[in-house]
Structure formats: C-alpha cells, structure tokens
C-alpha cells in the first residue's frame, strides 16, 4: 500500500498526456473537485482482498474508509466473521458517501461461493442525479463458505475522488426462525390438525434476505378434496421494496396455484382454493413477486413478516 497519483486505474498508471495525445477525440473526462493531488489507494483486485490485512471487513460493524481513486476504480473486501456463528444468521452490509453535495453512482456488489439457492452477486446503484445515501444488502452467513468477497466502485456517470466512502459489515440475527429453507428438496412441514371445518395448519415466516425463498410443505390424504391457501401480511411503512407472492406445487412439482400481491405499500391477503388431483407430499413457496424479464435476486426486508394458511378439506 502507497501513495498513488489519482489517475490510477486497474493497478497500472495512467499518463494522461500521452493518453490524450494519442487520442484524436478523447472522451470527455471529469473534472474532479479541489483537494489532495494523492491518496492512499489499497484493496484493488480479488487476490489483494484475499490476502492482505488492511482488505478484511470484520463482521462486527466495524467501518472501513477509503477512496475510489479513479475512473473505473473498484476496491475489493474479505468479509470474516470475529467469532464462530452458531445460529442461522444474517450479514449486513452497508456502504457510501457521507457528503451530501457530491451525487455519485455507487455500486456495492457482494460475491458469495454459488449455490442453487443463493445469488452469486447483487448490485445496488444510485441514481447519479439524487444525493448520495447508503445502501444495504442482507446475505445469508454460511458457515462453511471459505471467502465473502465485497466491492465497490462508482461509475463513469459520477464519481469523487475527494471524498471518502464507508462501508461495514455486521453479523445479525435471522428474525425467521425457518431457514434454511430454500431447497424444494427439505421444505419447512406445515403441522396440520384436524378441526370442524377441516384439517388445517398455520406457520410464519419472513423473506429478510436477498433472494430468499421460504418452501413449506404438507401431506395430504387421500380423502381431502380440496386445499385452501392463505398469505397474509400487514403494511409496512415505509413500504417493502418487494411485493409478496406464493406458488401451490403438486406431489409431482407442477404449479397448480399462484397469487401475488398488487401493491408492495398495501396489506397482503392471498388466498385460493384448489381441487385435489393427488395425495401425498404438496408444498408451497413464499417469495416476492418478479416479472418475467427480472433475472436478478429480489431484496429482503427484516420487516417481513407473513402468516401462512393452508386448509384440507373433505
């Protein structure tokens, strides 16, 4: 780590007149504010945040400054845990600018080892014209993950190399006392109970983490008739960035039912009812509502908080 000129990009220097001079129309470059004609620029690759000290982000809040040094500049972080984790648990990641005259376009991207269940990534961006405020992504802690990689980086649309940005991580408790319970393969049971207007069993959840999804199951004999399906949650304010949806999945895994909710500021009640085709093992999935064309994993809230219902009846 050293002192480095603020044309530094990709950990190679920038001559910025042989680089204009070699360029018949060069592209318009920002005009950064007054300030230090160096700074201390470290953490700049995958290898760098996978070895060196100063590129750890501990998960007990602890906040790390530094600069986005240049043009297309991303600082690369090793998130650890401080303790052995012994309960499903929640990493809090927050980062940006505490200056509130310069806009900038933020991007925080997480990188966690891929599994089905699980985004490899997320990107959070600000819109350049708006003031600068933090943004905070919810992962899933796995214990046995060898690296948490973090990056952040403005854009070419906006960025300062004047200011510094803070980011931090912290481990919190997951409020859904459920999870894991992403996989089909190991769904949550939904306990059922016999009563005068059938056989029925409530649960609750909440979907606090990026893509999460919240798979329940239940059996159903033979003599049911049908199945009756209820999603309720209250209002939030400010509202939740997602809108609530459930999907009712067959012994054989088609999708026989699905609601989702019109209004993410509203209270959420869905509900159907649905003719029995087959006994044995169905299931249902809790998630926020997507549309076709979103291949990206939607937000969590730890606000969330839903009842489930699910009714057999003869």
Known sequence: ?????????GGRLLLLTGWLT??????????????????????????EALTLSECVLPLDNTPRQAYVSALYDSDWYRVEAVAPVTQPSIMRVRAGYAVPQTP?????????PFTASRPTSRVNRHDPAQAPS?????????????????TVRDDATAFDTQSQYTVQAELIADPDGHE?????????????VATEQGTSGTITGVLATEGDVDVFGFQVPATAKSISVQLKAEAFTPALPFRFSYFLLD????IVERKAALDPAAATDLGSTTTVSSEGRWQVWVQPAKALDQDFAMPGDLRSRYTLEVRLQP
Do not use: H, K
């Open 1 to 9: 780590m050293g002192l480095i000129p603020r044309w530094r990009t």
């Open 134 to 150: 933090f943004v905070e992504m919810l992962i899933p802690y796995v214990e046995d993950a060898n690296f948490r990689l973090l």
């Open 104 to 112: 900038v376009n933020l991007t925080l991207e997480a990188n966690v």
């Open 251 to 254: 012994p054989s895994g088609g």
């Open 180 to 192: 894991p319970n992403n996989l089909p393969p190991s769904p949550t049971p939904i306990p059922l």
């Open 22 to 47: 070699a360029c018949s129309e060069p592209e318009p470059t920002p005009t950064p504010d007054a300030g230090p004609g160096e700074i201390t620029d470290a953490c700049n690759s995958r290898e």
